[in-house]
């Protein structure tokens, strides 16, 4: 915290791909926040969706009998995109740590009600991101991220984020105490990491074999940053949960979801099944599923799914040069969606390189961030245009160019 203190970026207006600080400096934000504001800044329509549903219904509750115009029409349409078997249902959350802790507990009430409550662990993958909640600190793959904190859920596994093998093998020998499955599609936080060739499908065979539940995490990927609605959808696989947050408004107003399939909505919304005795203060909160509506129609309107996948191609040209940089070891991407990866020995002698490589960018005008001390995000709004790409990738350069200039003398980048 001491580190930011006196040195903040205060942000005041945004338009499109632009935001602007207080001082009137523009950036273009090639991270759309922190991987969220996919219909860029500015959105007036959202704004008025939102003003009109505050004046008359700004806020009520969903427990019990209670529902609201804006959750029940929102929650018709997410269900009707949903990359789920059969008639899907949502569970409103307010954004994607609640919609991870949701899951834990589905899944645990599922297989209670299923009467094989030892199904309880769940597991994820190496570098993986599920959020600040505890199941989700639990679940991380990020080890910095799920250290320090002591004794967190103990029912969770990891493995290694592409083996599929550590996965066949670990669900031979404990597949009936294993309840899920969770990944992210491609992995976010943790580096941009997409998957290995058929690595989904396999590990979608793999739970349907061993009768585990696939969870997939869509927090980041959800709502078309893959050029699909669902990377599930581009990757071939149909998970019992997925999980949503961010894309689902855009970022204008805090909303997560949890999509339940056939089998989950079969179990824990049959007529005996009892309550599911858990939802938040705001779940379905009708101003943010306004929002939601209003995001979904400009999608859909301007065909911004489409227009990632178009662009797909265009991000991947305009970075892929980056590769060759002394400084660069590697770099990833999927849709609108990429790292930049530092090189290690690089990193090993300077070990606050990504910072002054963000910090560099900044000063060039684009907004990047770091991911784990090693990377560059790159995951910006879906409205972004060619020129602007390509104004992201010689900003990128330049940073890079000047660490490489400030290298300490006598070290050798690679
Ligand atoms: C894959 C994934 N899951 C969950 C979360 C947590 O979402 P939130 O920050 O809205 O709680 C994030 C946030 O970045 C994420 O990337």
Redesign the pocket.
Known sequence: MSRVSGAEVNLVSGEGCFVEDDGGRRYLDASAG??YCNVGHGRREIADAVHRQMTSLAAYQTFDVFANPPALALAERVAALAPVDGDAVVFFTN??????DTAGKIVRRYWSLRGRPERTTVVARGGA?????AY?TSLAGIEANAAGWGPLVREVVHVPAHDVGAVAELFEQRGSTIGAFIG?PVI??GGVHPPVDDYWPQIADLCREHDVLLIA?E??TGFGRLGRWFASQRFGVTPDLV?T??GITSGYL?L?AVLCGERVRQTMWAGDAGPFRHGYTYSGHPSACAAAMANLDIIEREGLVERVGALEPVLEAALAPLSAHPLVAEVRSAGLLAAVELDAEALRQRPGLVDDVVRDAREAGVLVRGLIGRSLQISPPFVITETEIAQIAAALRAALDAAADRRPAGAEAR
């Not at 954004?95 to 991870?100: E, F, P, Y």
């Not at 991101?129 to 909640?133: K, S, V």
């Open positions: 922190l991987w954004g994607g740590s609640d919609a991870v991101y599920h959020g600040m909640n989700g992210e976010g936080a995490d927090v980041v999980l947050a961010k805090p997560g």
